[in-house]
């Protein structure tokens, strides 16, 4: 007898689109609530069969989307991540299937469909690697039914997203991340400058799940190459590559670059790579005599700068290389002689500092290095480019909380970058973001390459009485905006609802949805342009920042305006995709955002005004538990917004809540205007103090 499927009152929230308190309540007040099978007692587990029948017998199950009911059939049928690559090449088939066969293949009989996929798997395993068996059994029809329609209704590259989840031990332990696809694409942008072909040939030998050699495939690499000693991590690169790299020839490989290399003699046009950081056996007592290390052998505790120049063997000269690395490797003494050479050879051409938070791990600012294998008999470069991208952008590099302003910073590196590489002796600095920094000064007793070291702006000096005006003027400022707050936090009370919290029936935006009560928009991903927005004559983007922060729309958008861009109109609900630091926002469309274009990574939610308020939906949409119930994931957590609930109430009362909402929204904005007023004097005042340009206020204060 098959063991039941268990579920823990978390996953049954998620699958019912509640708080899991609500999960807490239906167990103590309805008897017919299924009862425990397994785990502890402090953290019960019930049978999922028995956990939906309930909630399906109570009007509690929510509408599910094919790649919900694909996660619960691999829940049920497949828990174990690793067994989860042998649908992988099912997913290629199906995505090759012409309409209207695949529609025809998911109502196959059991004993047929099982067949079809083992065949169909076989014929296209030769794309994804570490493959052994394709066999099928009977009892796996309905998991192979679920992986078909997903790819049929949703895109084979949602269906590998959700066949990817929860497979992060590997990568975790051996200091490996996913490379989040602003990263690769910021790395895959700057293999070329204006003007430049891109690399038709392209290795990754740490290529994880593939982000990197998608994004160049994406942009017109004809040849990707790629390695991971994961062999689940190469499947999916291998997949993902079969699926969304378009016509690029694809060849990935499981094993451990660095000690089994699977391409020997392959010579690339480009590297990038996002090597593992902080691996001490990566063979450093093996391979003491490679022939790989030109500029010398990496100590024990320097992996990153044994997999750069791993990197380097593969290009050929005039090629690039580009590595995303830990920032101890610019500083740390152990590679202070091997960074001394890459500056001394010319390869080194630019180190450009990350924001803190911006991939995993999270904790620490990342870097990228761009590197050239020299042309034979080619002059050694004066300079090296040094960015600090964080200087660049608006958030406080300690705010974890603020999404980082990637518009800002992409500019800062591909402008820097693209002035740079054409005349690097002709570089005009921008004062504490990028300089082109002498060989002579870099090669001191430390060879340290931090970019914030060389490239801070020395304080200029105010003449005393215009810092005083100035000091006033923002003191004043501070004195309006905190009166203004103090008014909007006063006024009525907020009286209690009554001896116990206020109940509803409850509607998700799945149901609204097919209500047609809501509609449901997202931004497209079309090919990029690098002009921005302000120079085209287009409205400007709004960004989860913008959302996040509650400012103006300040993207300058990326892609070329096409029929399917999503125009913001006034009364639109704006919802991140993922949530931050475990906080969500949503985001009412007013005059200033109409016209302008949704950015990527967010829902539009458009309600019919005349069934819903939008102010309504915002709040409740915006709800702590809402959103929680609504997520999933574990170091990126995004937000299915059809599992969203949402009261039924009438339109006369959901007005009254959205007047209710909007009054929170303005005191949110109150507060910021005073918390941004007052971390401004404060600065301006403590700099005239420490200046000299200012003295203390005489008398008692």
């Not at 425990?36 to 909630?55: K, M, N």
């Not at 790579?273 to 056996?281: K, L, M, Q, S, T």
């Not at 090296?384 to 999404?403: C, G, H, I, Q, W």
């Not at 005191?667 to 007052?678: E, F, G, V």
Request: aromatic share 4%; with cysteine.
């Amino acid at each position: 007898m098959p063991q039941p499927t268990l579920v823990t009152a978390a996953e049954i929230s998620r699958l019912a689109g509640v708080s899991r308190a609500t999960v807490s309540n239906w167990r103590r007040r309805h008897p017919s609530f299924p009862t425990p099978v397994g785990g502890t007692e402090t953290s019960p587990a019930y049978d999922l069969h028995a956990v939906r029948a309930w909630l399906d017998a109570h009007g509690r199950l929510p509408a599910s989307s094919p790649a919900d009911d694909l996660r619960t059939a691999l829940r049920m049928a497949a828990p174990d991540p690793a067994s989860r690559v042998r649908l992988l090449p099912l997913v290629v088939a199906v995505h090759r299937l012409a309409e209207p066969a695949t529609s025809r293949v998911a109502e196959f009989t059991d004993d047929r469909l099982t067949a079809w996929a083992g065949k169909a798997g076989r014929s296209n395993a030769v794309d994804v690697p570490d493959i052994d068996d394709l066999t099928y059994r009977q009892e796996d029809a309905e998991l192979l039914r679920a992986v078909i329609r997903c790819v049929v209704d949703e895109g084979a590259g949602q269906a590998l997203e959700v066949l990817a989840e929860g497979d992060t031990a590997d990568s975790k332990a051996g200091g490996a991340y996913r490379t989040p696809s602003a990263v690769t694409d910021l790395m895959a942008d700057l293999l070329v400058t204006p003007g430049q072909e891109y690399p038709s040939r392209v290795f990754d030998p740490a290529c994880g799940v593939g982000g990197l050699l998608l994004a160049a495939a994406r942009r017109g690499a004809g040849e990707v190459y790629g390695q991971d000693s994961v062999g689940a991590f190469a499947a999916q690169a291998a997949a993902r590559l079969a699926v969304e790299a378009g016509d690029a020839q694809a060849q990935v490989r499981v094993g451990d670059s660095i000690r089994d290399d699977a391409f020997p003699t392959l010579t690339a046009d480009a590297v990038l790579c996002a090597p593992p950081y902080g691996h001490r056996e990566w063979g450093h007592e093996d391979l003491a005599y490679d022939s790989r290390w030109v500029f010398g052998l990496p100590p024990k505790g320097e992996s990153e700068l044994a997999w750069l120049q791993h990197c380097l063997a593969h290009v050929h000269p005039g090629g690039r290389a580009i590595l995303l690395m830990p920032p101890g490797a610019a500083f740390r003494p152990s590679g202070r002689r091997i960074r001394a050479e890459l500056i001394r050879s010319g390869v080194l051409r630019a180190v450009l500092a990350l924001p803190v938070g911006v991939a995993q791990p999270l904790h620490v600012g990342l870097q990228l290095w761009l590197l050239e294998r020299p042309q034979p008999q080619s002059p050694l470069p004066a300079t090296v480019l040094l960015v600090d991208t964080t200087a660049a952008s608006t958030a406080e590099p300690s705010d974890r909380r603020t999404p980082v302003d990637w518009a800002q910073i992409r500019r800062a590196a591909l402008d820097s970058w693209n002035d740079f590489a054409p005349h690097p002796d002709r570089f005009d600095p921008l004062p504490g973001v990028a300089e082109a920094v002498p060989v002579v000064d870099l090669l001191d007793e430390t060879v340290d390459l931090s970019p914030a070291r060389h490239v801070r702006v020395a304080p200029v000096a105010a003449k005393p009485d215009e810092l005083a005006h100035l000091a006033y003027e923002l003191t004043s400022r501070l004195r309006h905006a905190a009166t203004d707050l103090a008014a909007r936090s006063g006024g009525r009370a907020w009286p209690p609802a009554g001896a116990d919290p206020r109940t509803w029936r409850n509607a998700s935006v799945a149901d609204l949805l097919r209500g047609e009560a809501l509609t449901l928009l997202r931004a497209p991903v079309t090919i990029r342009s690098s002009r921005p927005l302000a120079e085209k004559g287009l409205s400007r983007m709004l960004t989860v920042r913008d959302v996040l922060t509650r400012r103006p729309a300040s993207g300058t958008a990326e892609d070329e305006p096409s029929i399917e861009d999503v125009v913001i109109e006034a009364g639109d609900v704006i919802l991140p995709e993922m949530l931050h630091e475990g906080a969500g926002a949503a985001r009412v469309a007013d005059a200033d955002d109409n016209g302008h274009r949704l950015g990527r990574h967010l829902y539009l939610l458009r309600p019919d005004p005349a069934r819903l308020d939008p102010w309504f939906l915002a709040g409740f949409l915006a709800a702590e538990d809402n959103l929680n119930a609504a997520s999933s994931g574990t170091s990126v957590v995004r937000i299915d917004p059809r599992r969203l609930r949402i009261p039924l109430l009438p339109l006369a009362e959901q007005r009254r809540y959205g007047q209710a909402f909007q009054h929170l929204h303005a005191l949110h904005l109150a507060a910021d205007a005073a918390n941004r007023l007052a971390d401004e004097a404060t600065r301006t005042l403590a700099a005239g103090l420490t200046s000299g340009a200012l003295l203390p206020p005489e008398g008692p204060r």
